[in-house]
């Protein structure tokens, strides 16, 4: 059993930067995929970003490209989310998620992620 728990996020105007991370429990960290997805109001969990477990394979969602960075450090069971030039639409509850293993015709879909994070709040105000 693998347990998340993400910190940080807040509020921020259109522009600005935030970050938050995601601590995991378990000795076995090192072989989980990570993800982060989000849920904005009204709108259904979309993909944001995944990295493997050795950060060997990292991809990202269109529309945070080029603004937002995951990352991850094995030796404190964590994964990190930079998130740069931030838009309002950006506006969203982030969740941390992990999947055993790697998979690269599920790291897209949230239904194949077998741990998840409590979900932390981002408002982007304009």
């Known amino acids: 059993q693998v347990q998340l728990v993400e910190s940080g996020g807040g509020v921020v105007q259109a522009g600005g930067s935030l970050s938050f991370s995601c601590a995991a429990s378990g000795r076995t960290f090192r072989s989980y995929t990570m993800a982060w997805f989000r849920q904005a109001p009204g709108k259904e969990c979309e993909f944001v970003s995944v990295i493997s477990w050795i950060g060997g394979n990292i991809y990202y969602a269109d529309s945070v490209k080029g603004r937002f960075t995951i990352s991850r450090d094995n030796t404190k069971n964590t994964v990190a989310l930079q998130m740069n030039s931030l838009k309002p639409e950006d506006t969203a509850v982030y969740y941390c998620?992990?999947?055993?293993?790697?998979?690269?015709?599920?790291?897209?879909?949230?239904?194949?992620?077998?741990?998840w994070g409590q979900g932390t709040q981002v408002t982007v105000s304009s």
């Open positions: 998620a992990a999947m055993v293993g790697y998979n690269n015709n599920y790291i897209y879909t949230r239904e194949k992620y077998h741990y």
